[in-house]
């Protein structure tokens, strides 16, 4: 920098002179050339008065003698030319006599003009001249010019003394210049220095060095921005720090596998519990490609699908033999402040192989369980029956109690045959072994079945039940039977819910690339509080109350596996005391 400020100095000096030398000589020359023509003016008049008395006093003028004689007085030569320009006489000498000087610029001119000047060699002297004519005089009836001339010799001298002066003074004042703009270059740098080498401190993470320069103007101020720049950036670099570790600290802590990457699948981040489910070194962070970790079209499409969307996606994958994840992608969603290029994707691995166990044993259990139960239950349910039948009239008048308690024994044994039924059921729904076929099902055929079913129940609650679509609506369906499960259970509860001379609406509607059907009542509704939960097994709203309906507590749970199978959504708007609807979201195709 400081080369090429002392380089632009020195330029900016040497052209600022050679400019002023320039308009020095210039003025110089102006100045003379406007004293010398004002100078042949005074001569060209005290000739032309010469002249006119010539003309007055004497019959014929000899213009080779007055040429001479004032030639020699005011030191120009003095040319006489006739109309046509042909020299009449001429104070260097007869020999010019009767040349034309038609062809020269002042003679041309002074017929136009008063006076006429032009510089020229001249033929005579072969020296560069000044020569000035004056418009035609009427002398003793001729046309007569008066020209008059001077050699620039004299100028060019004093030109090139001048010159001389201006090309020492410029070199003197380049060199004293040179010698004050080193010093004052020194001066100015020395700040400029600082602040280069304390940038290059802070550069290397030497925060804490303050510039200190007392200068008194900008460079001053500089210094102390600078160090409130450094404070700042300081401060701020050590709040990332924390950051970081505090980041680092979670992810360590974390027992699920967290991996980050970008669109070209290349890690950039991952925490211990993921190096150690895929056996990565963290070394190989930033250098290494999910392909050569894992090799999983399932994984690869999900990550795509997030890419595509930049919606949340979660499946349960089998990624090492053996072993199964819950696997959940999703898009990194940046702040619109922060200027970032590219997506990257979070991925979260969660090992559930033990809970898959778990889960079986439990379903093996219940389903296991429950066979073991289904046989004696029947026949104590058959015994029951036919105890019941061996009570005779008599005997029912005289055994109350017994009567009563054979129809308690054989009220909750149909209860106990519903909750086995139901969770042989939901064992069956979790196999996903059920269907191998897709079924066409009729949605208004199927929903006019299954209120049928329902016919004699809502009769005896005055209740209203009506089919709101269209005849020829179907869809693709796993399995005719779940759907009408789904149905059946959703109606059921609306039926055990709404108060007597109730009304239940069933709609159903093809909307773009997916049916939509509602079951709306008007019944006692469900707590806000509750809705979440709705779905869960054995989770009832009011304990009591289910029980006295004869609810299992699974029946909306088996609604939920079916629609999770027919690869749909279930959505509950309610209101207590109000009524309930479920929404139930299908693919067409499902």
């Known amino acids: 920098m400081k080369r090429k400020l002392f380089g632009t100095y020195i330029i900016l000096l040497l052209v600022g002179s050679i400019i002023t030398g320039a308009l020095a000589l210039s003025s110089l020359r102006t100045y003379y050339m406007k004293n010398m023509r004002e100078r042949l003016i005074v001569n060209e008049k005290l000739i032309t008065s010469a002249l006119m008395s010539y003309a007055d006093t004497a019959e014929s003028i000899d213009y080779y003698l007055i040429a001479k004689k004032f030639s020699s007085q005011i030191g120009n030569e003095v040319t006489f030319l006739d109309g046509k320009g042909n020299i009449i006489a001429d104070s260097a000498g007869v020999n010019l006599v009767g040349k034309n000087q038609m062809d020269k610029l002042e003679i041309q001119n002074c017929f136009n003009d008063d006076i006429a000047v032009n510089e020229r060699i001249d033929e005579n002297t072969k020296q560069k001249s000044f020569f000035l004519a004056v418009r035609p005089l009427k002398i003793q009836g001729k046309n007569i010019i008066i020209r008059l001339s001077v050699p620039l010799k004299e100028f060019d001298n004093l030109n090139r003394a001048f010159l001389s002066c201006i090309l020492i003074s410029i070199l003197m004042g380049t060199i004293i210049a040179i010698v004050i703009g080193f010093f004052f270059l020194n001066n100015l740098m020395e700040p400029i220095n600082i602040l280069n080498m304390a940038t290059k401190k802070i550069s290397r993470g030497n925060f804490k060095f303050r510039v200190k320069i007392n200068t008194n103007d900008e460079l001053q101020e500089l210094a102390e921005s600078f160090n409130n720049m450094s404070l700042s950036v300081n401060s701020a670099i050590v709040e990332l720090n924390n950051k970081n570790i505090e980041l680092n600290s979670i992810l360590n802590s974390i027992v699920h596998g967290i991996m980050v990457m970008n669109e070209k699948l290349n890690v950039m981040l991952l925490n211990p519990t993921v190096e150690s489910m895929f056996n990565i070194k963290e070394s190989n962070v930033g250098k290494i490609n999910l392909k050569d970790i894992i090799n999983s079209k399932e994984l690869l499409k999900m990550i795509k699908c997030t890419f595509d969307t930049g919606k949340y996606n979660q499946r349960e994958i089998s990624l090492i033999k053996g072993k199964i994840f819950k696997v959940t992608t999703n898009l990194i969603k940046y702040d619109l402040n922060c200027n970032r290029n590219g997506k990257n994707i979070i991925i979260v691995f969660e090992d559930v192989t033990e809970i898959k166990r778990l889960e079986e044993l439990r379903s093996e259990f219940f389903v296991n369980a429950s066979h073991e139960l289904k046989t004696p239950l029947t026949t104590i349910m058959g015994f029951t029956q036919t105890l019941s039948k061996n009570v005779n009239s008599n005997d029912r008048c005289n055994n109350k109690n017994q009567v009563r308690f054979l129809d308690i024994i054989n009220g909750e044994l149909h209860r106990l045959k519903r909750l086995i039924d139901d969770i042989l059921l939901l064992s069956k729904l979790e196999s996903k072994k059920y269907y191998t076929s897709m079924d066409k099902v009729n949605i208004y055929r199927e929903l006019d079945?299954?209120?049928?079913?329902?016919?004699?129940?809502?009769?005896?609650?005055?209740?209203?039940?009506?089919?709101?679509?269209?005849?020829?609506?179907?869809?693709?369906?796993?399995?005719?039977?779940?759907?009408?499960?789904?149905?059946?259970?959703?109606?059921?509860?609306?039926?055990?819910?709404?108060?007597?001379?109730?009304?239940?609406?069933?709609?159903?509607?093809?909307?773009?690339?997916?049916?939509?059907?509602?079951?709306?009542?008007?019944?006692?509704?469900?707590?806000e509080k509750d809705i979440p939960r709705i779905f869960e097994r054995f989770y009832r709203v009011e304990k009591s109350r289910s029980r006295s309906e004869g609810g299992t507590g699974l029946g909306l749970a088996i609604v939920k596996h079916i629609v999770d199978e027919f690869n749909g959504k279930i959505y509950l708007k309610s209101q207590l005391n109000k009524g309930s609807e479920f929404i139930i979201k299908l693919p067409l195709n499902a």
């Open 449 to 527: 079945e299954i209120v049928y079913m329902f016919k004699n129940r809502s009769m005896n609650k005055n209740i209203s039940i009506d089919i709101l679509t269209v005849k020829n609506f179907s869809i693709n369906l796993c399995s005719r039977d779940w759907f009408r499960q789904m149905i059946i259970n959703i109606l059921d509860n609306a039926l055990k819910y709404t108060q007597c001379g109730g009304n239940i609406k069933i709609m159903a509607e093809p909307r773009e690339k997916f049916a939509y059907i509602s079951i709306k009542d008007n019944g006692v509704g469900i707590p």
